[in-house]
Nanobody
Framework: VQLQASGGGLVQAGGSLRVSCAAS????????MAWYRQAPGKQRELVAS???????NYADSVKGRFTISRDNAKNTVTLQMNSLKPEDTAVYYC???????????????WGRGTLVTVSS
């Protein structure tokens, strides 16, 4: 199983950016998918998550600016980031709680990060 993130880059404050993550491999089902971020010198923090039935959760710092969505048929999760601020600068990581066979427990897989840099 692999999670491949894409879409990071450099954007000016106030701009928008979209990051996407695709899960591939032997996947039976995916429950929760999420985006985390880690800024230099800080701990990794949850940005947003979404369940298989579309229940969304956001960090207070991004509410109203970021939107998480997923395509269950394609096993992808996307984070649309608007009104970006310099403090949003971080490496963004996606993860997915998935199982590779029916009846086994869900396991959390992580993708490699993608860098988002917001200039002031």
């Amino acid at each position: 199983v692999q999670l491949q993130a894409s879409g990071g880059g450099l954007v000016q404050a106030g701009g928008s950016l979209r990051v996407s993550c695709a899960a591939s491999g032997s996947i039976f089902s995916i429950n929760r998918m999420a985006w985390y971020r880690q800024a230099p010198g800080k701990q990794r923090e949850l940005v947003a998550s979404i369940t298989d039935v579309g229940s969304e959760n956001y960090a207070d710092s991004v509410k109203g600016r970021f939107t998480i969505s997923r395509d269950n048929a394609k096993n992808t999760v996307t984070l649309q980031m608007n009104s970006l601020k310099p403090e949003d600068t971080a490496v963004y990581y996606c993860n997915a709680d998935l199982r590779i066979y029916q009846g086994v427990s869900y396991f959390r897989y992580w993708g490699r990060g993608t860098l988002v840099t917001v200039s002031s």
